[in-house]
Every structure is written in C-alpha cells, then in structure tokens.
C-alpha cells in the first residue's frame, strides 16, 4: 500500500482549511508539512503555531519535515501536539541516536532525511533504531524543482540494508514526485510519495493522487 502525502508548501494558504479538506477528499493519506528556518536551507515557511492549528483539523496523519539547522528544540512540542511522523536531516545534527531515542520513547514514527548528495549509508549504524528514511529527491529550500534520478540509486542500496536489518522500515520520496516517474520509485522500493506542485498545481486532485497511487 503506497502512501501519498501531498506536501502543504504548494497550497494556498490563505485557504489553508480548504485545501486540507480538499486533499483530504481526494485520497491523501498523509499532510506532509515543511519547516524550513531560512539558515539549513534559504527559504521560509511556518513553525509551531500554524502546525498546532493544522493537527486540531486534519483527520489524517501529520508528516513534519525539519528543515532546520536545530532540530532538537522543536522535537518535544511537536510530540506534545501528538504529531505521528518527524524527519530530522542527518546534516543538522551532532547527537542524532539521541534524537531519535527521544522520537521513538514519545511514541512518535522516527525519520532521518537525506539531502541528495548524503549517501544512504551513513544512517546504517541506526538503521534498525528508524522507522522510516526520507530521501530528498531535490535540494531543499523549494517547491516545483526538477527530480534528481540520482535517487534512485539510494533507494535501491536504502531497500538492500533494509531487507535485512529492518524490513518495516519505510522509504519516503521528497522532491519533484510526478504521474511519470511514481511508478519507477514504487518499484525501486519506496512506501511513501510526498508531492507538491504536482497536486496542488492541478484543480484535480483526486485525479492527481491517482495518478501517483501507483500499486
Ligand atoms: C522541498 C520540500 C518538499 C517540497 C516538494 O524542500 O521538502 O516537500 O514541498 O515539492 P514538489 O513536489 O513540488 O517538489
Ligand atoms: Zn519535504
């Protein structure tokens, strides 16, 4: 079962409300949320007061993305507000099995984030300790940016490890994810599809979801 988790930094947010209903509808089953400080990457978008609106109206599972160069501060309000997924980036962080303890004891699903030139392996001696790794597909800062095939080589040796030392584990796509190459990362091994511009740049996004629930 293939995950779609439309990502909020393409909406509109002046109908924030609106949207999330309406991806809701049309069959996401995660909201991915992009927090980004202006310092790991250089842009800026929201923090914890929109996202504590955000979890009192959404009905489905919440997906916070930290692009942010101090993670840690943000880890104990996120899982106060009950948020089910957290990727930290593996570059932000000098003690990150201690972060990831932290995720894991607040019962909240445990992700590390790569940026596309961090090499898979560098998550191997916690692999077992994750729940799920989210590859970025694109350099983060930005929605609409053009996908990286150098991806796919990651989930494939990501899948490799996997199969051994954590099976459950989940692989989560971020950058670019379209109707043309969803198919192609399902097959590579990926669990989880975040997509921006491509829902929300379309009025249709039940036929958009569709299109990357590739099974
Ligand atoms: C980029 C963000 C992504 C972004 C994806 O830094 O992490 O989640 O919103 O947008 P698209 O799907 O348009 O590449
Ligand atoms: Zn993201």
Redesign the pocket.
Known sequence: MIKIAP?L??ADFVNLEKEIELVQNAGANIL?L?V?DGHF?P?LTFGLPIIRQIKKIAKIPLDV?L?VTNPEIYLEPLANLGIEYISIHQETVLHLHRQILLLKERGVKAGIALNPATPVATILPIISELDFVLL?S????????N?LPLVYNKIQKLREFTKIQNPSLEIEI?????GENAKSLVKMGADIL??????F?NSDYKKQIQKLNVQ
């Open positions: 990502s930094l393409s991915h992009d980004m990457v842009n993305h692009m970025m694109v350099n983060p800062g930005f929605g609409g940016q996908f971020d950058g670019g994810v379209n975040v997509a921006g511009s491509f829902v740049g």
